[in-house]
């Protein structure tokens, strides 16, 4: 456990830090309350009004979120791959080309369906 210790005090200490930042701000802090200050911000335009319900977003939005997660994804573990890809051999090789297959099958068929045109 005395391993842990000087990770453990360190989390505790940003845990810390964050906490006091925010709540020192909010005692701190100008309390000057105004209509401007308090509406979005949409990049100088005067903001489009939301129905109650908060509005929905088009899909298009989700499927490309999910689009960047499978592809950060992959990214993600094709860097050690490439770490270690001498001490892995023919093995390493065949299990990369198999699971970049299986991302690009992915892909083709996200293409094929229309889901990276931007209408």
């Given at each position: 456990?005395?391993?842990y210790?000087?990770?453990?005090a360190?989390a505790?200490l940003?845990?810390?830090?964050a906490?006091g930042s925010v709540a020192?701000?909010a005692v701190?802090g100008?309390k000057?309350?105004?209509r401007?200050?308090?509406d979005?911000?949409e990049?100088?335009?005067?903001?489009?009004?939301q129905?109650?319900?908060?509005?929905?977003?088009?899909v298009k939005?989700?499927?490309?979120?999910m689009?960047?997660?499978?592809?950060?994804?992959?990214?993600?573990?094709l860097y050690?791959?490439?770490?270690?890809f001498d001490a892995?051999?023919?093995?390493g090789?065949v299990?990369?080309?198999?699971?970049i297959?299986?991302?690009?099958?992915a892909y083709?068929?996200?293409?094929?369906?229309g889901?990276?045109?931007?209408d």
């Amino acid at each position: 456990m005395e391993l842990y210790t000087p990770v453990l005090a360190l989390a505790l200490l940003a845990a810390l830090f964050a906490v006091g930042s925010v709540a020192m701000s909010a005692v701190v802090g100008p309390k000057r309350y105004n209509r401007a200050r308090l509406d979005s911000y949409e990049c100088g335009i005067e903001p489009t009004p939301q129905p109650v319900g908060g509005g929905r977003f088009p899909v298009k939005y989700y499927i490309t979120a999910m689009l960047f997660i499978i592809f950060d994804i992959e990214i993600i573990f094709l860097y050690p791959w490439a770490v270690h890809f001498d001490a892995m051999e023919l093995f390493g090789l065949v299990e990369m080309v198999v699971f970049i297959a299986t991302v690009f099958v992915a892909y083709a068929y996200v293409w094929r369906r229309g889901g990276l045109e931007w209408d």
